[in-house]
């Protein structure tokens, strides 16, 4: 029998978010499903087999349904309890409780809060990165690691028409013999809902004097929040020892200052709003990925990567952008930096790109 004993390398992995990470569920919450305490600033999410164990106990049902059904997008728990005179503070219905972080009340309809992107949770309700999120993004900072040190390599893959799964193929292999079978990454340890913080997005445009707050609310696993995985590595099929912690981590902290270089025009410009991605974040944790939705469009591509120069794939990037945006002017505007806005959150009265995180990796 074949000896299997050194056949797996295994390490340990912490995940440290620097700014809250969005990895969604696919669920949006409307008002019907949570209920703001602005007081406490906190979000009590609905627990459905509760409710209706409430509404049925007050014979209370079709009432509820036909509030639904006439209201729509509209509805309110807060206001059908209070229709009801029920205080809702009295009542155990909630499935979890969500920190609001620096969301306030605001009569301004872009600011006020509707409908909440929640976070992905397993079967049991527990939130938790999956793995498919961090293998992902190793892989895409391979990609662009393999890209930077063979420039002439893959310069043919640069044209109007980039086929990113040829470039994949021809770097990690076909599908029947891809290189990245032989490594595995855990989904993390599920973690608790307080550990969980609820974030409205902001779009910051280059032209502009301030990011604009968009309508749109996120469930982020916090800040400062680690989480545990674990990453194997088959040996056998690890060819030509393709993978090593040393070239992976290489390959995450080079794509995070691509990004940065690509963001240049953003650092100069805005430095007055918080911090950009940067090579020091904090004084012990260095930024090496950025990870999740919402973290924009330099963390999932490889286009400045691929490009002969950074002018030229800004030339690339506005006519791509202006033929898929028609409305946004991309041609026109952006001139420094492709696309030409950034993908922000408050965070305690400074604006931060979100899904800055830290990986470390340690032997078993």
């Known amino acids: ?46 627990d459905e087999k509760k409710l209706i164990n409430f509404l049925s106990r007050y014979n209370l049902i079709d009432n509820f349904s036909e509030y639904l059904l006439n209201k729509g997008n509209w509805g309110n728990l807060p206001n059908w309890f209070g229709e009801k005179r029920i205080n809702i503070n009295t009542v155990n219905i909630w499935k979890y409780q969500l920190k609001t972080g620096t969301l306030k009340d605001n009569k301004d309809p872009k600011k006020q809060l509707n409908e909440i992107k929640t976070f992905i949770k397993g079967a049991n309700g527990l939130p938790y990165i999956p793995s498919s999120s961090l293998k992902g993004a190793i892989r895409t900072a391979l990609l ?7 420039k002439s390599k893959y310069s043919t893959f640069f044209n109007r028409d980039i086929k990113i799964e040829k470039i994949e193929e021809e770097v990690f292999g076909t599908i029947s013999n891809n290189i990245f079978r032989a490594l595995r990454i855990s989904d993390s340890k599920e973690f608790g809902g307080e550990n969980l913080i609820l974030v409205q997005r902001y ?22 929040k680690p989480v545990e995985m674990s990453l194997i590595i088959d040996e056998e099929q690890n060819k030509n020892k393709y993978f090593t912690m040393e070239k992976i981590e290489k390959a995450l902290k080079l794509f995070v200052e691509v990004q940065a270089q690509a ?102």
């Open 1 to 46: 029998m074949k000896e299997i004993k050194n056949q797996y390398s295994k390490y340990k992995l912490t995940l440290t978010p620097l700014t809250p990470i969005f990895i969604g569920s696919g669920e949006t919450l409307n008002k019907t499903k949570y209920y703001y305490d602005s007081l406490k600033g906190i979000i009590n999410v609905v």
């Open 203 to 224: 779009d910051y445009s280059i032209h502009k004097k301030a990011p604009k707050p968009m309508p749109m609310f996120l469930e982020c696993l916090n800040a400062f």
């Open 144 to 150: 662009a690691y393999e890209i930077l040190n063979n």
């Open 263 to 364: 963001m240049e025009a953003f650092r100069k410009n805005i430095s007055e709003f918080g911090y950009m991605i940067d090579d020091e974040y904090d004084e012990k944790l260095d930024c090496n990925m950025c990870l999740g939705g919402a973290s924009g469009f330099w963390s999932k591509s490889i286009v400045y990567a691929l490009a002969p120069d950074k002018q030229t794939a800004l030339n690339a990037l506005r006519e791509f952008f202006d033929k898929k945006f028609k409305n946004h002017q991309h041609l026109l505007l952006d001139k420094q930096v492709s696309p030409h806005a950034l993908k922000m959150i408050n965070d305690n009265g400074e604006y931060v790109p979100i899904g800055l995180c830290n990986l470390k990796i340690e032997n078993k």
